[in-house]
């Protein structure tokens, strides 16, 4: 070996050791802030996290899978469900219960933005069902770690002598804000995701050489496990009879024989698929009379109810645009951000472009390799339209999350393509810096404000309140102040309630206040029961003293009579009918239910 080439060698290896120990330091502070985000993030607070907690609780306490109507997330393969149930079947979640937050509006834009109502239950140190729900979520965690170092393995095998790809796509992918968001809940799209990245690489170790049978068994294993995962992934099966006519038609040989190694190819890929998941197909087949359980599948979801539109489409990719970045109830990104991160979309565009035009830094084997990737990108972003056609709520990036790890190697190969080529290692330092500040500041400008608590008030801040009141509920909470919108109101107007409440003592219940407006008949024009400061603050955390503000809204329905309603309040523990009693200044019970006021509703 001459000096030369060993100088190349051992610049090579340093290169290499360099690359992988910022991929490990990628990997560390991705941990660290996807357990941050798990643990920044109420329990229940995430894409459907709440029915995918109780599949798994529901495996742990009937020792089976739900089936039908049992389980809202019964549809779903059950590889996830069946891991968490695992790691979890010691605790005991039988207290669990659903807190619907009734302050929570689908159709208003206002806060609180919480759809469940957080207890001193889920506060540190975790026990019961909410230690449960946390180990979960690190089990996410882990899976999201999978997915990013897939990612990082992709870029290595397609540009092994361009290692900042590698380190700059899993800077990329590690820090992405929904990325942390997601991986830090229940969610079987990070399983998904993270076995979809996994088979990904074992094809481009194919398409690069690696023939032996074992690599096409353990894609076929890979596909099997993905699809217990997760349905959608059904379409890696288009990518895998890609690569096998690719493998033939590089071997080339008489028809025979390639008919034969064609047949051998296939069976090693499909025979550990349907040892693995063969069985939730036969089991669909003999519950719901199909083997997809597509019947159960349109029963648990919110249907389509007309042809998709151009608007549809474009509601669709603005949706997925957002939630890329980061987005879920409540948590929103400045119009004027997402603007600007259009700006290195472009840039990605651009260089991708640029690319395809020159070509000259791509090995051989680079082209046949991204033409993969950028054909499963292709097939994942293109199953959302027929699935859009069918049901609601499909504007979510997490369903492209499968071809996560090809979309982010694009965008940073992009943008790689707009710098010389001794700029790479900044460019990776400067997207993963960028990436992690963005990470960092995430959580506390987006999603911590959106389930903060609200300010605890003084008597000072009590001066100007509209009407001052005393109202005690069983010396433990009373009502010191209201304030509402208007004098009268119209059917179908809003009526809001200000109310200032103190604590007597340190609270350790869930109460909830029963807000009715009632007509002198004795009928209910509407009502609402829920936690007394409107869903962000329950009053077990409550200490004495402490002064609450809370805005409490009642719709008054279209179809109201003319009428002045009387707006009574009273308390009660969470899921007891044991109502608190109203004490008045003597401290005698004056009965458990009080007239705060007349509501007058005049017709127009």
């Known amino acids: ?33 996807a357990a941050s985000y798990s643990v920044i993030v109420p329990l229940g607070e995430a894409p459907d996290e709440v029915p995918h907690f109780t599949y798994i609780r529901y495996i742990t306490q009937h020792g089976r899978l739900p089936a039908g109507a049992e389980e809202h997330e019964a549809f779903q393969p059950p590889l996830y469900y069946l891991i968490g149930a695992a790691a979890t079947f010691w605790s005991d979640t039988s207290d669990f219960a659903i807190r619907a937050n009734g302050d929570f509006s689908f159709t208003e834009d ?25 180990v979960i979520r690190l089990l996410s965690v882990a899976m999201g770690a999978t ?58 170790k194919i398409l690069k050489g690696a023939r032996q049978y074992r690599y096409f068994v353990l894609l076929g294993t890979l596909i099997g496990l993905g699809v217990l995962a997760k349905t959608s992934l059904l379409n890696f099966f288009a990518i895998v009879f890609l690569v096998i006519g690719v493998v033939l038609w590089q071997e080339r040989g008489d028809l025979k024989a390639l008919v034969r190694r064609g047949a051998i190819l296939t069976l090693l890929v499909t025979v550990p698929f349907v040892l693995l998941s063969g069985w939730w197909f036969v089991r669909n087949q003999v519950l719901y009379g199909d083997p997809l359980g597509w019947g159960l599948v349109l029963a648990a979801n919110a249907l389509r109810e007309a042809p998709l539109t151009l608007g549809d489409i474009q509601w669709l ?101 707009l710098v010389p080529h001794r700029w790479g290692n900044r460019l990776a330092c400067g997207v993963g810096g960028a990436m992690l500040l963005f990470a960092i500041v995430a959580p506390q400008r987006y999603i911590m404000p959106v ?57 350790d219940q869930d109460l909830w206040l029963f807000m009715r407006l009632v007509h002198r008949r004795g009928w209910d024009l509407v009502f609402k029961d829920g936690c007394p400061s409107a869903g962000r603050y329950t009053t077990d955390f409550w200490k004495a003293g402490d002064i609450i503000p809370s805005v409490h809204r009642l719709k008054i329905p279209e179809d109201a009579q003319e009428h002045r309603y009387r707006l009574t ?8 009918e044991e109502w608190l009693p109203v004490l008045n200044e003597q401290g005698q019970v004056t009965g458990d239910i009080v007239i705060l006021t007349l509501i007058p509703v005049v017709e127009e």
């Open 317 to 417: 990719v603005w949706g997925l645009y957002r939630s890329f970045w980061l987005r879920w109830i409540g948590i929103e990104l400045e119009l004027a951000f997402y603007a600007a991160l259009a700006i290195p979309c472009a840039l990605a565009l651009v260089g991708l472009l640029t690319l395809l035009w020159r070509r000259e830094r791509l090995s051989p084997q680079a082209p046949l390799l991204l033409s993969v990737l950028g054909l499963y990108v292709l097939i994942v972003s293109g199953s959302l339209i027929p699935w859009t056609a069918t049901v609601q709520g499909t504007d979510q990036a997490r369903l492209l999350w499968p071809a996560l790890s090809a979309i982010v190697i694009f965008m940073f190969l992009g943008w790689a393509q």
């Open 451 to 507: 389930h903060a608590r609200p300010p605890i008030l003084t008597e000072e801040d009590l001066a100007g309140v509209q009407y001052r009141v005393d109202i005690n509920f069983g010396n433990k909470i009373k009502l010191v102040g209201y304030e509402l919108n208007g004098e009268t109101w119209h059917p179908g107007d809003t009526l809001l309630v200000t109310m200032y409440w103190e604590a007597l003592e340190d609270l």
């Open 569 to 576: 309040l009273s308390m009660h523990p969470f899921e007891s």
């Open 110 to 134: 206002i806060p609180p933005f919480n759809l469940l109502l957080h207890t001193t239950a889920e506060s540190f140190p975790y026990h019961g069902w909410a230690l449960a729900w946390h």
């Open 147 to 204: 997915t990013v170092w897939a990612t990082y393995r992709i870029a290595r095998e397609i540009f092994p002598d361009d290692k900042y790809i590698g380190v700059g796509a899993a800077a990329f992918n590690a820090f992405l804000p929904q990325f942390l968001f997601i991986s830090g809940v229940i969610n079987n799209d990070n399983l998904a995701t993270a076995l979809s990245a996994l088979a990904l690489l074992v094809t481009v």
């Open 1 to 33: 070996m001459t000096q030369m080439s060993r100088r190349n060698l051992g610049e090579r290896i340093r290169g290499a050791v360099a690359a992988n120990l910022c991929f490990v330091v990628i990997l560390v502070l991705y941990l660290i802030l």
